[in-house]
T-cell receptor, first 117, second 110 residues
Framework: GAVVSQHPSWVICKSGTSVKIECRSLDFQATTMFWYRQFPKQSLMLMATSNEGSKATYEQGVEKDKFLINHASLTLSTLTVTSAHPEDSSFYIC?????????????FGEGSRLTVL | QQQVKQSPQSLIVQKGGISIINCAYENTAFDYFPWYQQFPGKGPALLIAIRPDVSEKKEGRFTISFNKSAKQFSLHIMDSQPGDSATYFCAASFGNQFYFGTGTSLTVIP
């Protein structure tokens, strides 16, 4: 299947700093990418839908200025957690749809564990 | 409102047994029903998927049963193995809209 690479896989930062997480589709073009947040033993919580070349669509309750999403190319989307605080500590996962395969399959990255001290 | 309802929340099965996880949906616009397997600290991986024009799909030890009239679908894991211990998510989608179940934590006891 298609590969989605997420980097970094884990990051520790101090409170008040910003952290950027990258999501790349390695062998396909992704018009749309999704960003999720997952708390321990819970399901995936959709944060935002990222479309190449346009502004991301955020889910209700997700702060746009806190979680900056950029989808500058068909293979790269980034999530920047600005002025991170301990409550932002979580597992962040991206996913992408292969637009050329037309199968509707959704491929996930390996996730990024963020710990804010 | 939960678009996809998944049960049970957790499941313990003996090695060699059958694991069954159920999901139900309401929106008849859904046209793609995947199952994902997630190991701790990893992203979900597509396991098997089905479209509503078939009632069953089998891939190795994994089978999806789909009941369009009841708006239900289930994952059956035959000959369950300890390596199958993971969290399983069902999902339903149309277009680029994906809705996930709450997950089932499966433990297969040796």
């Amino acid at each position: 299947g298609a590969v989605v690479s997420q980097h970094p896989s884990w990051v520790i930062c101090k409170s008040g700093t910003s952290v950027k997480i990258e999501c790349r589709s390695l062998d396909f073009q992704a018009t749309t990418m999704f960003w999720y947040r997952q708390f321990p033993k819970q399901s995936l919580m959709l944060m935002a839908t990222s479309n190449e070349g346009s502004k991301a669509t955020y889910e209700q309750g997700v702060e746009k200025d806190k979680f900056l999403i950029n989808h500058a190319s068909l293979t790269l989307s980034t999530l920047t957690v600005t002025s991170a605080h301990p409550e932002d500590s979580s597992f962040y996962i991206c996913s992408a749809v292969d637009r050329t395969a037309n199968t509707g399959e959704l491929f996930f990255g390996e996730g990024s564990r963020l710990t804010v001290l | 409102q939960q678009q996809v309802k998944q049960s049970p929340q957790s499941l313990i099965v003996q090695k060699g047994g059958i694991s069954i996880i159920n999901c139900a949906y309401e929106n008849t616009a859904f046209d793609y029903f995947p199952w994902y397997q997630q190991f701790p600290g990893k992203g979900p991986a597509l396991l098997i998927a089905i479209r509503p024009d078939v009632s069953e799909k089998k891939e190795g030890r994994f089978t999806i049963s789909f009941n369009k009239s009841a708006k239900q679908f289930s994952l059956h894991i035959m000959d369950s193995q300890p390596g199958d211990s993971a969290t399983y998510f069902c999902a339903a989608s149309f277009g680029n809209q994906f809705y996930f179940g709450t997950g089932t934590s499966l433990t297969v006891i040796p």
